[in-house]
């Protein structure tokens, strides 16, 4: 396997890739690799990977190389732990419920719905969901959501430059 750019060592570095989600043997999707599609040319084009370590290693850290990209990520989960810890503690259990919704929808095999896009809206309205449940607002849901997903969607966006 071709070494990522943070792994030391000489061999050239791979380019960031995109997407997640099961593939059709079970495996993990991702990645624009070598022939691969984006997501905008009908999605499908994404090399399966064994398993997650496999993910983590060929698509996560290559879309988290750049130290600003890591900056900002760490800010975003800063952000919502202290907002977490210090106003709405029950957001630990939200965002629980919100992890096994998204591994529950992960199961389902709908073709129309790849690369993560189903687990992820799956998880973000569990979580609003349950934010709701334990502090009656719908904004308990939507802050947290701010804080952390904010300065990543700006680090991928405006540093990495990738999806």
């Known amino acids: 396997m071709p070494r990522t750019s943070h792994e030391e060592g000489s061999g ?3 380019e960031p890739q995109a997407g997640l989600g099961r593939g059709p043997e079970g495996g993990w999707k991702g990645g624009r690799g070598a022939g691969a599609r984006s997501m905008g040319a009908g999605g499908g084009g994404y090399p399966a990977v064994a398993s997650f370590g496999a993910f ?6 290559p879309e988290h190389t750049a130290l600003n990209t890591r900056r900002l990520h760490y800010l975003g989960t800063g952000l919502v732990s202290w907002w977490a810890l210090g106003h709405r503690p029950l957001t630990v259990l939200s965002a629980a419920g919100a ?3 998204g591994l529950a929808l992960q199961r389902l095999d ?3 719905l790849k690369h993560g896009l189903r687990e992820f809206a799956g998880m973000v309205l569990a979580f609003i969901f349950l934010q709701r449940v334990w502090y009656g607002t719908w904004k308990d849901g939507l802050v947290p959501l701010a804080f952390g997903y904010g300065p990543a969607w700006v680090a991928h966006a405006a540093v990495e430059r990738n999806r």
């Open 110 to 112: 709908v073709p129309s």
């Open 99 to 101: 992890v096994g919704a």
């Open 12 to 14: 050239p570095a791979r």
């Open 56 to 61: 983590y290693r060929s698509v996560y850290l």
